[in-house]
């Protein structure tokens, strides 16, 4: 299945099948985290999560959870709360963990960044069939389209009683849209944060700046896109954490390419000597570090392909730089 990153097939997969392991049961979590905002947690896939905030004047839904199981929990809670009421759906990224469920929303105006919308015109179609080829929970899905989206500078959707800020954040992906809650101090990050910074498909240097806008913004309760939230008396440690992760594997991977080491030789960094615990993301952290390493290495101008087997490292190595 082709979940978390459409240009990384198996590591979703596999995520997949963690899952699966770890949820027992339908049991999707479902917090209230004031009057009129609620958090969804998938028990199926990777703890991504999605959001409602009901207002005066509308419904906000903020991710979609890509099980449609799960996301009907959602829609009937709109349901029950919309009352009339016009309902917008925000797409903090392209990926599919967060949009699968969009067409379950028929009702709704869907709002996403200009840079989502281009990358489900170019990949979702084809990620969609990947996912029901795979899954048969997804054969009744289509692609849902944004029909409003933003370009440049902040939106303002005022609700009524709550102001949602929506404002770019690239990093984890460069079609990253954030959204603020004034009144209430709540920020949903999508992918900007979770309890690793992942930035295979997207880009460390706009993963540190989101990350500072993030820093300036005077927070209750931080909801990443994957994992719990984040309360504000831990939010300046763990934003801080993130840009000091992302530093330390830049300054290490830059490290190893001048000492022409390897890609294979990356696994030696541990996710913990970065700041990030083993036992993130459900165990998943190791890994997704593990991927992080490797493109950075390829981005930064290191090897760009695999040691071929039965070749020593160093022999590898000397052989791929006359390539590249
Ligand atoms: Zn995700």
Partial sequence: MVIVCLTDPFLPFKMHLVGILHGCGFAMQRDRITDDIYVFT??????????????????????????????????????????GRPIYLILTHYHMDHTLGACLFPQAV?????????????????????????????????????????????????????????????????DGLAVYVREDRI?????????????????????????QRIQDLSVETIV??????????EAPDVIQGHINYLNAIVREVRRHIQQK??????????????????IALNGLAPQLHQRNLFALYQRLGGEASPPRKGRTAKTTARSSSKSA
């Fill in 42 to 83: 998938s028990d199926f896939y990777a703890q991504v999560n999605a959001g409602v905030v009901l207002a005066t004047e509308g419904v906000a839904v903020i991710d979609t959870l890509p099980f449609p199981e799960e996301t009907r929990e959602i829609v009937r809670l709109v349901k029950a709360l919309a009352e």
């Fill in 110 to 174: 869907v709002i996403a960044h200009a840079l989502c919308r281009e990358r489900l015109e170019a990949h979702g179609e084809h990620a969609l069939q990947q996912a029901r080829a795979q899954d048969p929970n997804f054969a009744t899905l289509t692609l849902r389209l944004p029909d409003i989206v933003v370009e440049e500078g902040d939106l303002l959707l005022r609700l009524g009683n709550k102001t949602l800020q929506l404002f770019h954040a690239p990093g984890h992906s460069p």
């Fill in 187 to 211: 920020l949903f990050t999508g992918d900007a944060m979770m309890p690793i910074p992942y930035v295979v498909d997207g880009d460390v240097d706009q993963a540190v700046a989101t990350l």
């Fill in 224 to 233: 990443p896109g994957h994992g719990v939230p984040i309360l504000r008396g």
């Fill in 261 to 278: 080491k390897p890609r294979e030789a990356l696994r030696e960094i541990d996710v913990e000597s970065c700041g990030i615990p083993r």
